[in-house]
């Protein structure tokens, strides 16, 4: 007897999230953007605080997830 798998696709699955990859280590964000990819992720990327802020601005009013590496040397990650 032949079996059919059907892919059954949630919503939230259907559009990618946004994320962004904040570290002043470009191999550590070249690694994350490598794994997160499209469909089911859309990776942005950040050196520093300033650079994340101004780009958190840019998408105001949309969800995301921010992956922020703890020795940023412009912001204080504790505070943020």
Not at 5 to 20: C, H, K, Q, W
Not at 27 to 54: F, N, T
């Amino acid at each position: 007897m032949e079996t059919v798998a059907s892919t059954v696709l949630r919503m939230e699955d259907r559009v990618p999230v946004d994320v962004l990859v904040v570290s002043p280590n470009a191999k550590l964000r070249d690694e994350l953007m490598e794994k997160l990819c499209l469909p089911r992720w859309r990776v942005g990327e950040a050196s520093g605080g300033a650079e994340a802020l101004m780009r958190l601005r840019e998408h105001e009013g949309n969800d995301a997830v921010l992956l922020l590496d703890p020795v940023l040397p412009d912001l204080n990650t504790g505070e943020f």
